[in-house]
């Protein structure tokens, strides 16, 4: 991965990880199209710069993330992330190999798209309008809606709003709980990839992912540059969604999941892109 692929990349991830669209998604596109998508330092970039989208939503709620006399926001926290932990370790092997499947993916887009175009309809009536409102028993059940995101195209974001709608969130605080879950969850999973999961050693062998990331001088720099753009991307991305979503609903990102699902199904079919 060179620099520029490497700013793509970031690109997609900053402006894809907090829409309902999947941030997954796009980045196997885009890597397939590139043809890097094969590459073990890709798999561990498109995980490794959730770091920089992680930053983001801290900066942009800041007061949430520092004020420790709201013992019950990180409890809640807490209580919704243990869904993905849990399964996300039991499920491992078989995650990594959907992330392979860009066939996966278009169809993922496309049934993600059908039901964001009618989710509007299905949860008119929110009974939850503030952060500190929302129970454990509530933030837990969010956390496991979350857990579909697991499979590649179905978006993380997209996935826990549902939820949380489902659970009587407003659209925006459902929007927003969602933003506050993904700093542990990405966190999570950023840890795990760097740390504890092993890597193939094309010199034989295996590897922890900082030593894959400290391999080449190229390696490096491209982590700490799709971070640094990522961050300020999905600073603009997050601003952006919000005023959208409370102005427009979620009919629009539908469609265009329908959209690039048809597109990658058509990439796929005609060898453009290999499954």
């Known amino acids: 991965m060179n620099i520029f692929e490497a700013i793509a990349v970031a690109i997609v991830e900053g402006l894809t990880e907090f829409l309902p669209?999947?941030?997954?998604?796009?980045?196997?596109?885009?890597?397939?199209?590139?043809?890097?998508?094969?590459?073990?330092?890709?798999?561990?970039?498109?995980?490794?710069?959730?770091?920089?989208?992680?930053?983001?939503?801290?900066?942009?709620?800041?007061?949430?993330?520092?004020?420790?006399?709201?013992w019950?926001?990180?409890?809640?926290?807490?209580?919704?992330?243990?869904?993905?932990?849990?399964?996300?370790?039991?499920?491992?092997?078989?995650?990594?190999?959907?992330?392979?499947?860009?066939?996966?993916?278009?169809?993922t887009l496309l049934l993600g798209g059908i039901i964001l175009i009618f989710i509007d309809r299905a949860?008119?009536?929110?009974?939850?309008?503030?952060?500190?409102?929302?129970?454990?028993?509530?933030?837990?059940?969010?956390?496991?809606?979350?857990?579909?995101?697991?499979i590649p195209g179905v978006s993380r974001s997209a996935a826990s709003i549902i939820g949380g709608m489902q659970q009587k969130l407003t659209r925006s605080l459902a929007a927003e709980f969602s933003f506050f879950l993904a700093v542990p969850t990405m966190a999570a999973a950023t840890g795990y990839s760097l740390v504890i999961k092993k890597w193939p050693n094309p010199a034989g062998g295996v590897q922890k992912g900082y030593e894959l990331l400290m391999n080449s001088r190229e390696n490096l720099i491209a982590f700490i540059t799709g971070n640094i753009v990522a961050f300020v991307v999905a600073l603009l991305a997050i601003k952006f969604f919000i005023g959208f979503l409370q102005k427009h609903g979620f009919k629009w990102f539908g469609y265009y999941r329908i959209v690039a699902g048809l597109i990658l199904l058509i990439l796929l079919f005609t060898n453009v892109i290999h499954n």
């Open 21 to 70: 669209v999947s941030s997954t998604g796009h980045m196997i596109i885009l890597s397939s199209l590139l043809g890097i998508h094969k590459e073990e330092f890709t798999k561990l970039f498109e995980v490794a710069i959730q770091l920089g989208a992680i930053l983001a939503v801290v900066v942009l709620y800041w007061k949430k993330f520092i004020d420790f006399k709201s």
């Open 123 to 150: 949860f008119q009536r929110p009974a939850t309008n503030e952060e500190k409102e929302i129970s454990s028993g509530k933030a837990f059940v969010i956390g496991c809606w979350q857990c579909l995101a697991m």
């Open 72 to 107: 019950a926001f990180y409890v809640k926290l807490a209580i919704a992330v243990i869904p993905a932990l849990v399964l996300g370790f039991l499920f491992s092997n078989q995650i990594d190999a959907l992330l392979e499947s860009p066939l996966t993916v278009a169809i």
